[in-house]
Structures are given as structure tokens and as C-alpha cells.
């Protein structure tokens, strides 16, 4: 007896998710953040707290948001036994509520060789069967 469309259907096996479409696998981090920006004529600064990283940027809580294109200074205090990460002219590229993320400017071979071995530290494989890897490794 033939099976109909829907039952073959039902025991397809099912499609990966799609692959993630960012350049760079983020690592979900909590740590202090400090960043510095500025507002008309003035300088501020502000405490946050690091929510996710990658090589190429990272999302902030914060309580005083810079501009949407602004660039700001990003002290990452990464409890790495190190001294702080301060990136410089760092773009914050969207805004939602009290998060931002920034995109980080062209990094060091020392401040990106810092930035991946944190966030090897955090990755988390999914337990999922179905996932896709969400990043690529790239030279």
C-alpha cells in the first residue's frame, strides 16, 4: 500500500538550519565592560556588562548608549590573567532597549589571537543533532 504525500512528509528526515550568516562564531561572555564616547562636545564614559564576543565585535549591556555609526573607545576586561583589551574606534552598529553591539575596528595579530582563545574557552557545542556549525574557521 502506497503512503501518502503528508505520512512521506512526517518521516522525511529534517533539514539542517540554515548556516549563520555572521563572519564569526560569538561566545556568549559575561564580563565588565568599559566605553568611552562621545556626546556633542564631551566625552563619556560608561560601565556595562559584555554579553557576547567575537573577533570582529561584541554586544553590550549598557546604561548611556552611543549613537548608531558613533565609535567609541571598548575596554574589555576579560579575567584572563591579562591586562584589559582596549579597542579603539570601535562602530556601534545597532541599538534595541539598553543593548548595543559594536563592530570592532581591523584588530592586532595579538588582540585577535586574545579575542579567539577567549572565546574557544566559552563555545558550547549544541545538543542538538540537527545544528549546523555557526561559524567558519577562516585564516
Not at 6 to 29: K, V, W
Not at 56 to 76: D, F, N
Request: hydrophobic share 35%; net charge positive.
Amino acid at each position: 500500500m502506497k503512503s501518502s504525500l503528508l505520512e512521506q512528509n512526517l518521516a522525511a528526515p529534517r533539514a539542517h538550519a540554515p548556516l549563520d550568516r555572521r563572519y564569526a562564531e560569538r561566545a556568549l561572555i559575561h564580563h565588565e565592560v568599559k566605553y568611552t564616547g562621545t556626546e556633542g562636545a564631551r566625552f563619556t564614559t560608561s560601565i556595562g556588562s559584555l554579553k557576547d564576543l567575537s573577533k570582529t565585535g561584541c554586544k553590550i549591556l549598557g546604561t548611556t548608549l552611543p549613537a548608531i555609526g558613533g565609535h567609541v573607545t571598548v575596554t574589555l576586561y576579560l579575567n584572563d590573567g591579562q591586562a584589559p583589551l582596549c579597542l579603539t574606534d570601535a562602530t556601534v552598529s545597532w541599538i534595541k532597549g539598553h543593548v548595543f553591539a559594536v563592530r570592532f575596528p581591523k584588530l592586532t595579530d595579538d588582540e585577535r589571537k586574545r579575542i579567539q582563545g577567549i572565546i574557544w574557552k566559552h563555545v558550547r557545542l549544541p545538543q542538538s543533532n540537527h545544528h549546523r556549525t555557526a561559524f567558519r574557521i577562516v585564516p
